[in-house]
């Protein structure tokens, strides 16, 4: 049976009508972590709107949340995997904003650097890992992209891409040889709300989706490098196949990935500006 309830809030905030349909519970949907977390952050960005530099400073073009249509929940197991729902954040005469939400949660995704090391001598060729694997809402049953995965029992950014390392490439990664590209970048940009995620968001028009771009780098044996290629990884239902794309091409291979454009994107500017070596330094500190 569908539910409607008003939620939570805090002193001097609106009241805002929530629906639910039957499949779904008030408690499991408050309780939803990518809930929380956009409810926060969206509660944050109204409250910018008091700030004299804000774009909707002027109190009739200040926007509010006001409704919540949650249209269609979809259960992983015994868990929330995915929620649709309708808002309406308007302003004072009522004219809303684009409001169609999909919740699903922040993921991870790893650029993995590999250079060749033949006896003694280290080569300047770079191979870059990448998998084939089924995306279906892509309509592709062999899509090429960086390893990369949702956030789950790890919790946080660096432990998550650990996991997809393993669950995708086989190879096992300390948490302390990852480095986390968004955020090295995001530490001196102009012009970044500093309260949403240290994260790239690939599709902020429909998607609450942000994907944290973590680097990692190894030099390595060359026949142990071409070990990995075409290796079978992943869970049966994942279906995913090592692939090795050298350095120069990636920008080609991996340009309808979003993901592998914004991970390579990273590299190149934190390498030129010399912040992966700084880095570095602070680790060794």
Sequence with gaps: MATTFTLPRDQGEPLVEVKLPANITRQQFLEFKPFELWLKTLRQSLRLQSNRDHVFHDRKE???????????????????GFIKMETVVSDENGSPLPGIVFLRGGSVAILMILRPQVGDTHSDERFVVMTQQPRVPAGSLSFFEIPAGMIDDAKTFVGAAANELYEETGLTISQHELKDMTKLALKDAKGSESHLQKAMYPSPGGCDEYIALFLWERTMPLIEIMELKDRLSGTDKEKITVKLVKYEELWREGARDAKTLAAWALYEGLTREGSLEDDEDDEDE
């Design 62 to 80: 200040r926007h509010t949340l006001r409704s919540i249509n949650v249209q269609s929940v979809d259960w992983f197991g015994k868990r929330i």
